[in-house]
Each structure stands twice: as C-alpha cells, then as structure tokens.
C-alpha cells in the first residue's frame, strides 16, 4: 500500500441510456479528478466527434469476437445490436498502479461485474424523471425511431434495478459539476473499510 493507506477502487457508474453518464464522466476529467477511465470496447459506429481510444475502443465484429474467445473481458453483452465490452486488462493494469478506476456500463454490465468483483463501488445515475429521459433520448439524434423506442422501453426497466447499486445519485440539469461532487464524496467516503478489488 502507498500513502493513500487504502486500497484502490474500482467504481461501476451505471444507469440507463441517455441519462448522461458520459457527460458526467467527462466533466470528472475536466475537474483533474486522479483516476483510470476504463473505455469500453464496443462493435457499434461512432457517433459524431467520437474519438478510438478516448471515447471508446471501436472494434470490428471479428475483433471482438476473438477477444471474447481469449476471455479478455470482465463483462460483455449484446445491446440494440452492437457488442460492449470492458477489457480486464487496462482495469487490472490500473488497480496494480494503486490507481482507482472507474467502469462505465449500462445495467446488464453491472450485474456481470458483481459477480467478478463483489467489492467494487457500485453507483446508479438516476434521471429525475422518465419524461426528462425521454426528451434526452429524443434530444441526441442518433437513433432511429424504432431503436429510439428500444432504448426508451429498456431504460424504463433499467430504472427498477436502481435498488441493487450501492448508491443512487440523480443527474440533474445545468449542475453537472454538482453531481460530480457528488460521486467524489461517494468514492471518498467508500474508501474506508471497502476491501481490495481481485480480478
């Protein structure tokens, strides 16, 4: 153990589609705050502005495929038809650093993680309201109708397994900084007692 005298956490933001999670993860870099930012490796096209390496690992069916044989991943699932997937290695890499690490993955992903990793810091981000995630949802422009309509039907069941996560914390309009302070709080706070991460 270093000077920080814990162990480093691995923290699983999650929540449903369109809730912000990447606007909140980006702004948690903007704020310098010192973790990993875990990518997740996904098959699906990029979206405008969308950068291999920053935003995502953008990979080809095949490649992913092959990762997926090798078991180089800690979770992976099939979402609207496109493969995620959150790769051991950079995760592992990064806690053996003494370096906290944050995962951004929807639902599903969670699950799959607490079983590999029980004592990682589970937190779901909440919209305050279905009405306001609809109009996000609607307000990207990414998606066609019938797969806008997929997404909004999966985060209204994604909204029910808020109570498996270990803390609810509400994305709220214009105080994004607020909600990231939020987490820091979070994080700071779960570092007492919270048991090493083994991958």
Not at 45 to 72: A, I
Request: hydrophobic share 35%.
């Amino acid at each position: 153990m270093t000077e920080q005298q814990h162990p480093p956490l691995l923290v699983v933001l999650s929540g449903p589609s369109g809730v912000g999670k990447d606007t909140v993860l980006q702004k948690m870099r903007e704020l310098g705050l010192p973790m990993h930012y875990a990518l997740t490796a996904t098959t699906r096209n990029r979206r405008p502005g969308e950068m291999d390496g920053y935003h995502y690992y953008f990979l080809t069916e095949e490649e992913f495929e092959k990762k997926k044989e090798q078991n180089e991943f800690l979770e992976h699932a099939c979402v609207y038809g496109y493969w995620y997937g959150s790769l051991k290695a950079p995760i592992r890499e990064a806690l053996e650093r003494n370096q906290d690490v944050i995962l951004k993955i929807d639902v599903q992903g969670a699950r799959s993680v607490r079983k590999e990793a029980p004592d990682a810091l589970f937190i779901f981000l909440a919209p305050p309201s279905i009405e306001w995630l609809r109009h996000h949802l609607r307000a990207r422009k990414t998606e066609t109708p019938e797969k806008l309509r997929e997404r909004e039907q999966a985060a209204i069941v994604e909204m029910d397994a808020r109570d498996e996560f270990d803390h609810v914390v509400v994305n709220r309009d214009g105080d994004v900084e607020g909600v990231v302070r939020e987490i820091e709080d979070l994080i700071a706070q779960a570092r007492v007692g919270r048991r090493e991460v083994k991958l």
